[in-house]
């Protein structure tokens, strides 16, 4: 007769359990940082303001073959350029960028819209969606 198999106490979860539940924890987590970027990226497009004069953003993105309109807003000085939104694209530039020469100024809009050209801001969430979910 053999020997019955021995069960943890019904009150504990086995290792599988704990597993999981840690799993569930990191992902949880990672999700959250999601929730936070995506409230600071709103926060940021409500306080930013249209620049005054958008025709040269209008013109490079026809040249880079864009169809769609793309907003670009002045946030305070200090700050990096940036691109969010894919739905509604827009790129963020520091107010002090208009301190810098024309060249500068051209060439960060042409990098930004380089961005929203390939898509990069779908492809980063569908990136930060498999690392939140594995």
Same mark, same amino acid.
């Given at each position: ?26 992902s ?20 930013a ?7 040269? &953003?209008? @013109? =490079?993105?026809?040249? %880079?073959?864009?169809?769609r #309109?793309?907003? *670009? ?12 939104g ?19 100024? &051209?060439? @960060? =809009?042409?990098?930004? %819209?380089?961005h929203?050209? #390939?898509?990069? *801001? ?13």
């Amino acid at each position: 007769m053999q020997a019955p198999l021995s069960r943890p106490p019904a009150g504990l979860p086995g290792w599988r359990i704990w597993m999981m539940l840690a799993w569930a924890a990191g992902s949880a987590v990672a999700f959250a940082r999601i929730l936070v970027g995506c409230a600071v990226v709103w926060r940021t497009r409500r306080c930013a303001r249209p620049v005054a004069d958008p025709t040269v &953003c209008s @013109v =490079l993105s026809r040249a %880079l073959g864009i169809r769609r #309109r793309v907003e *670009v807003l002045e946030t305070p000085s200090g700050g990096m350029p940036g691109t969010f939104g894919f739905l509604r694209p827009a790129i963020c530039i520091p107010s002090d960028a208009w301190e810098w020469s024309a060249e500068r100024r &051209c060439g @960060v =809009l042409l990098h930004e %819209l380089a961005h929203v050209r #390939r898509g990069d *801001v779908a492809t980063h969430w569908l990136a930060r969606t498999a690392l939140t979910v594995y």
